[in-house]
């Protein structure tokens, strides 16, 4: 307080208490994180799984003529983001270059033979099922169409899947590579 010329008292402001300052600092970092937790709670919401196929198959990607992928051989596709593997048998497969565990993108290393997650070191071989763990389950697919011997991956149709099946293998027709 402080006295003026006339003998008034005036009131000046005090600064607040260390106490008062920290209770108000608390309550806006708490305001803060409730609203975070809600927009992630909207966001998960939001984005939903609507099932096994999801995407449109607007995204067909041509990847090459068919013999001009080696047998035993996995090629990345940067634009599209996949790898198109040729199996053994001469069918294809392209496998999603995103790790199902918790999506890190995961590179072919060619010396031993499998897809090696950086983050979390899941592992997957040529086909996209797991070698090791944490991720639970093989790599997505895309569907695979080959005309004229033009091999084309359709990348807005990513498949989940549990496990590696022949049937998810396309193959160029008898009379036409």
């Known amino acids: 307080m402080i006295r003026s ?5 005036k009131k000046t402001a005090e600064p607040p208490s260390r106490r008062s300052f920290l209770t108000i600092l608390w309550t806006v970092l708490g305001i803060a994180a409730i609203g975070e937790l809600i927009a992630v709670i909207i966001t998960f919401l939001k984005r939903g799984k609507t099932g096994k196929i999801s995407g449109k198959s607007e995204n067909l990607i041509e990847a090459g003529y068919a013999d001009s992928f080696p047998v035993n051989s996995v ?5 599209g983001r996949f790898y198109l593997c040729r199996m053994a048998d001469g069918g294809f497969l392209a496998l999603s270059s995103k790790c199902t565990h918790l999506g890190c993108t995961v590179p ?5 033979k499998r ?3 950086p983050c979390h070191g899941s592992s997957f071989d040529s086909n996209g099922s797991v070698i ?9 697919m895309f569907p695979v169409h080959i005309e004229n011997n033009m091999v084309k991956v359709d990348t807005g149709k990513r498949i989940e ?3 590696f099946l022949k049937n998810q293998l396309t193959y160029v027709k008898k009379g036409l590579s």
């Open 132 to 140: 090791t763990a944490p991720a639970a389950r093989p790599l997505d």
């Open 115 to 117: 897809f090696a997650c």
């Open 75 to 79: 090629t990345a596709n940067i634009q």
């Open 108 to 112: 072919w290393e060619e010396k031993e």
């Open 5 to 9: 010329n006339r003998g008034k008292i």
């Open 161 to 163: 899947r549990e496990k």
